[in-house]
């Protein structure tokens, strides 16, 4: 999932990229509401949640999102203020945010908000995805395969293996392309080589196929993946 954070303080920025990070979500960071602006023109949809600091350079965190709802985005917007003035709050829960975390805060609380947001999220559904016997938690962001007792064995993946399985699980049967799949689990500015993705795949079908649960992901070769889900699954 991918997460567009917006904040000008560099301590508190890295303070909230690196917690996201831990807990295998894609962050973006704009230190100024114009970057902002820039990412969100050209790629709102790619995003999941994002998080806008009130007061900052350029464009404050309330114009983006009047900016953002102009453009029926639905995107969940967690509001950053120091501000804890009434109608502040007012202000922004007008202009559409979802909900707002007053500074200073626990990374903790950030967090259970933004769980909160994903639950409410008409973009994220549903909790739980099973494909075969892989279930996949977004709330826990873990992965367990069904054995046939039915106990769970867990998978343990890196972040970018995670947000690989997420990304094609929630798209079943469907080819998605490699440049999607980029643009989705690294970072827009991130310095990645021609094929990382496909590397990454390898990585993650290895784990996959050492937990038992072999050919899931289909290589449609020049495009991309799919992910395979058969007749009459859950999902
Ligand atoms: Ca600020």
């Known amino acids: 999932m991918r997460v567009l954070l917006v904040e000008d303080e560099p301590d508190l920025g890295k303070a909230i990229d690196r917690t996201l990070k831990q807990e295998k979500y894609t962050v973006d960071w704009a230190q100024d509401g114009r970057e902002a602006w820039e990412y969100l023109e050209s790629q709102w949809m790619e995003y999941t949640l994002a998080i ?10 309330l114009e983006l999102l009047q900016r953002l709802r ?47 947001l994903q639950r409410r999220s008409p973009q994220i559904q549903p909790q739980q995805i099973q494909i075969g016997n892989l279930i996949l938690d977004c709330g826990s962001r873990t ?3 069904l ?9 343990p993946l890196t972040n970018k293996e995670f947000q690989l399985l997420e990304y094609l699980m929630k798209h079943p049967n469907q080819i998605v392309t490699t440049d999607r799949i980029r643009n989705q689990i690294w ?9 990382v993705v496909a590397a990454q795949v390898r990585l993650l079908r290895r784990k996959l ?27």
């Open 52 to 61: 806008f600091d009130w007061l900052l350079p350029g464009l404050s965190g």
């Open 147 to 155: 054995d046939r007792s039915g106990k769970n064995q867990t998978i």
């Open 187 to 195: 970072e827009a500015n991130a310095d990645t080589f021609s094929n």
């Open 70 to 116: 102009t453009k029926n985005s639905t995107l969940p917007v967690l509001m950053l203020t120091a501000k804890d003035r009434m109608e502040d709050k007012v202000a922004g829960l007008d202009a559409g945010a979802d909900d707002y975390l007053v500074k200073p805060f626990g990374m903790a609380e950030l967090l259970a908000r933004l769980r909160a």
């Open 209 to 235: 196929e050492a937990a038992g649960c072999a050919n899931l992901i289909e290589t449609v070769h020049g495009v991309g993946y799919r992910m395979r889900k058969g007749e009459g699954e859950n999902i």
């Open 143 to 145: 992965v367990n395969k």
